[in-house]
């Protein structure tokens, strides 16, 4: 049995794990001169359906976020369009080698979002903008696709995901 070992990141209180992110092509497809592949950290999100990545990191790789396709999406928040990436590779180190996962789709979303926020009342209100920047994703949908099972331990600050 194969294990993969979680970093834990004290400033977002969230379990990480770094990865290889690259796009299978055939063989036949003429790529650009960029690389095939990127190195991102992924947090953990058990409630996520699918994985997700940012647009800065898609970038990387020559890939322009307004050009892939979308679909809509639903979360906590309501119904949104989310952009989408298919046929991805996910490469990670399990232990000393490395372990390599085909994910037929992830969620692209943007690096920062933000919202217009309005504060106090009266003459004291003032009018804003709120903004925070987003991270990269692992969904259950890792999780399912290499049949793993998840082992967390909040007191010692320990995971890993066994397959």
């Not at 070992?5 to 690259?22: A, H, I, N």
């Not at 369009?81 to 994910?103: A, D, M, P, R």
């Amino acid at each position: 049995m194969a294990t993969i070992s979680l970093e834990w990141d004290q400033s977002t209180r969230l379990f990480r794990l770094p990865v290889l992110v690259g796009i299978k092509t055939p063989h036949t497809v003429k790529m650009p001169a960029t690389p095939s592949y990127f190195k991102a950290m992924f947090y953990l999100d058990t409630g996520s359906g699918i994985s997700a990545v940012t647009d800065d990191e898609i970038s990387k790789l020559g890939i322009d976020y307004n050009s892939l396709p979308t679909e809509q999406l639903a979360g906590v928040g309501g119904f949104t369009q989310g952009h989408f990436l298919t046929n991805l590779t996910f490469t990670v180190i399990t232990n000393g080698s490395s372990e390599t996962v085909n994910l037929p789709k992830i969620n692209v979303m943007p690096s920062e979002i933000s919202r217009k926020v309005e504060t106090g009342r009266g003459m004291y209100k003032k009018k804003g903008t709120q903004s925070g920047k987003m991270i990269c994703l692992l969904g259950i949908d890792f999780l399912e696709t290499i049949k793993g099972v998840l082992y967390l331990d909040f007191v010692n600050k320990k995971g890993e995901i066994r397959f």
